[in-house]
């Protein structure tokens, strides 16, 4: 569908171009253009709206991110993550968990860490498997969390 919004959109430059007389005097350029064929300056501005509107509804997503904050900001972003996931054509996107996973005195992930929540909540209300999101555990400020997503889904797309 992509492809098909491209080529729409080079036929609408077309019939635009056929549309369109300009005259090119001394120091002025272009002052005085004329459309003189309206019937192909209609078809262009037609082919220019239906690539626009092709082009928005055939939109996919890769990857849908959930940066953790406050336990009540991790819950809303969840939800409103899962309503784009639910409404998404296939291949379904990654949903990634983005922020610092607060670890034990052994170095392994709390229980009790937003993470965790955020990934048994997907696991068990929203039934994603594993292989369906990704978590990024190093990031510790909004630029890290950018970073280390961007590089956690060049991995995962390789």
Do not use: C
Request: proline share 3%; aromatic share 10%; hydrophobic share 40%.
């Amino acid at each position: 569908m992509k492809k098909l919004s491209l080529v729409l959109l080079l036929v609408g430059f077309v019939f635009l171009f056929l549309s369109v007389d300009i005259i090119f005097t001394g120091a002025v350029i272009g002052t005085n253009i004329e459309i003189k064929n309206i019937l192909f300056f209609v078809f262009s501005l037609t082919f220019f709206m239906a690539s626009l509107i092709l082009f928005v509804v055939n939109k996919s997503l890769e990857s849908l991110v959930i940066p953790t904050g406050t336990l009540e900001a991790d819950q809303k972003r969840v939800g409103t993550v899962m309503r784009s996931h639910s409404h998404t054509k296939e291949p379904k996107p990654y949903v990634l968990v983005s922020g610092e996973i607060q670890r034990d005195e052994r170095g392994r992930p709390e229980k009790e860490s937003q993470q965790y929540s955020i990934y048994k909540e997907l696991r068990e209300h929203y039934g994603l498997k594993p292989s369906d999101f990704i978590i990024e555990g190093k990031s510790r400020d909004t630029l890290e969390n950018f970073l280390y997503s961007i590089k956690k889904l060049k991995r995962k797309k390789s």
